[in-house]
Structure formats: structure tokens, C-alpha cells
């Protein structure tokens, strides 16, 4: 496990259409990506009852996780439960593939079984549950691109359309009404791990477009 540098930006549709295109020029695309090139996430987000993942993040803790089950293109058949941490600005994803089943009784309450997994991060998200009160949040809905280069394992993301469930944890329900999370709809992602290739600083030099510590978990939680 390795923790990871992680940069975002605010960015505007023609920095989107000019980046996507330079970014399919010398970079990958994920091998998560439909024909389009993109794909969808829904991610259910956990906290408790201080909203304390939540609290930190606004008031920029500088050690701070966070728990989350997300699964894509709204395929309930593969499903990951997550785990994400942040040290001293470095950035730290685990995760664990779960079933259906296993997320419905998560949300169901029905946690024993967990205690008994072979699975790490499910055990550790059993203990957390019961001594920290977690209990599911908020939904957030976005569309993905991804592009992944080699060198310094570079994965850039640029994430559109990004809602929030309201105030339904409805995790399994592909007709979920949404809203958008206010005026912020395109998120660029750097992440990588020692170094970031100069052809890619390159390509990704926005001029004034300044890093941001834009949440989408924080932005859904203004409505809830």
C-alpha cells in the first residue's frame, strides 16, 4: 500500500474538450471505460452521527478517512466497499470486492457477519461501525473518464454531472432521483505517486486554474 499525491481542479468545458483531447493523445484510457470512454459511479457515503468524516474534511484535518460503497454503471452485481484515507496531503484508497447480499445487510443493519470476514477492510469497517456509529449518508451520482500513463502510475479523472441523492441511501435503486451538488459540474483529478511525468504536467498547466478541496461528499451533505 502506497499513499499517492492527489491534486484537483475546478475546470470549465472548453478546459474539459481541450484536455480530453490532449489527454487521448498520449494517455490510456481506463479499462473501466464503455465505448463512450466514460462510465458512471454511484458511491454511498458513511458517517456519523457528528458527521465527523464530514466535519473534518471541512474544517481540513490533516489526518482524516472515510468509508464508502461504490459500484459502477449502476451494475449491483460488483460492488467495492472502500476505505479512504489522507496523511499530511498523501492520499490512501483500500478496498474490498462485497456482494449484493453482503451491502444489503450493511444497510440492513445486519452486521455480524462482518466480524467474521476474511476480508481486512470489512472487518475494520465492522469495528468502526460499532464504535464510531457509522451509518449511511448521502448518494453521490457522477460520470467518469479516466486516462491512465505508466510512468510515476499517473491516473487522471475528469468527473461531470456530479449529484446527490438527497436524502435517500436507496443504494440499489437505478431510477434514484438526483440533484446537481450547486454550481461545481467538472472535477479534474491528478493523482500519482512519486512523480508526475513532465509530458503530463504539461498537458494538464491550466492557467488560472487554481487546486481546489472540493469533496463530493461534502457538497452532497449541503442537503442533508
Not at 70 to 98: M, V
Given at each position: 500500500?502506497?499513499f499517492?499525491?492527489?491534486?484537483?481542479?475546478?475546470?470549465?468545458?472548453?478546459?474539459y474538450?481541450?484536455?480530453?483531447?490532449?489527454?487521448?493523445?498520449?494517455?490510456?484510457p481506463?479499462?473501466?471505460?464503455?465505448?463512450?470512454?466514460?462510465?458512471q459511479?454511484?458511491?454511498?457515503?458513511?458517517?456519523?452521527?457528528?458527521?465527523?468524516?464530514?466535519?473534518d474534511?471541512?474544517s481540513?484535518?490533516?489526518?482524516?478517512?472515510?468509508?464508502?460503497?461504490?459500484?459502477?454503471?449502476?451494475?449491483?452485481?460488483?460492488?467495492n466497499?472502500?476505505?479512504?484515507?489522507k496523511?499530511?496531503?498523501?492520499?490512501?484508497?483500500?478496498?474490498?470486492?462485497?456482494t449484493?447480499h453482503?451491502?444489503?445487510a450493511?444497510?440492513?443493519?445486519?452486521?455480524d457477519?462482518?466480524?467474521?470476514?476474511?476480508?481486512?477492510?470489512?472487518?475494520?469497517?465492522?469495528s468502526?461501525?460499532?464504535s464510531?456509529?457509522?451509518?449511511?449518508?448521502?448518494?453521490?451520482d457522477?460520470?467518469?473518464?479516466?486516462?491512465?500513463y505508466?510512468p510515476?502510475?499517473?491516473?487522471?479523472?475528469?468527473?461531470r454531472?456530479?449529484?446527490?441523492?438527497?436524502?435517500?441511501?436507496?443504494?440499489?435503486?437505478?431510477?434514484?432521483?438526483?440533484v446537481?451538488t450547486g454550481?461545481?459540474?467538472?472535477?479534474?483529478?491528478?493523482?500519482?505517486?512519486?512523480?508526475?511525468?513532465?509530458?503530463?504536467?504539461?498537458?494538464?498547466?491550466?492557467?488560472?486554474?487554481?487546486?481546489?478541496?472540493?469533496?463530493?461528499?461534502?457538497?452532497?451533505?449541503?442537503?442533508?
Amino acid at each position: 500500500m502506497q499513499f499517492r499525491h492527489e491534486h484537483k481542479h475546478d475546470i470549465n468545458y472548453l478546459d474539459y474538450l481541450i484536455l480530453r483531447s490532449k489527454l487521448k493523445a498520449v494517455m490510456q484510457p481506463d479499462l473501466n471505460t464503455n465505448e463512450d470512454g466514460k462510465y458512471q459511479i454511484r458511491s454511498l457515503y458513511f458517517d456519523n452521527y457528528r458527521d465527523v468524516a464530514l466535519q473534518d474534511k471541512i474544517s481540513g484535518i490533516n489526518r482524516r478517512e472515510k468509508f464508502r460503497i461504490r459500484c459502477y454503471n449502476k451494475d449491483f452485481n460488483f460492488i467495492n466497499l472502500e476505505k479512504k484515507s489522507k496523511i499530511n496531503g498523501l492520499c490512501l484508497k483500500i478496498k474490498a470486492t462485497i456482494t449484493k447480499h453482503q451491502a444489503a445487510a450493511i444497510l440492513d443493519h445486519d452486521t455480524d457477519w462482518m466480524a467474521k470476514s476474511e476480508e481486512p477492510l470489512v472487518v475494520e469497517f465492522y469495528s468502526k461501525m460499532k464504535s464510531g456509529q457509522l451509518k449511511p449518508k448521502t448518494i453521490v451520482d457522477y460520470n467518469r473518464e479516466a486516462f491512465v500513463y505508466r510512468p510515476g502510475n499517473v491516473r487522471i479523472t475528469i468527473d461531470r454531472d456530479i449529484r446527490t441523492g438527497l436524502f435517500s441511501t436507496d443504494l440499489f435503486n437505478p431510477d434514484l432521483p438526483t440533484v446537481a451538488t450547486g454550481d461545481q459540474q467538472i472535477l479534474l483529478e491528478v493523482k500519482y505517486d512519486q512523480f508526475i511525468p513532465e509530458v503530463i504536467a504539461n498537458i494538464i498547466q491550466l492557467d488560472g486554474r487554481r487546486q481546489t478541496a472540493f469533496s463530493k461528499y461534502a457538497a452532497s451533505r449541503i442537503y442533508s
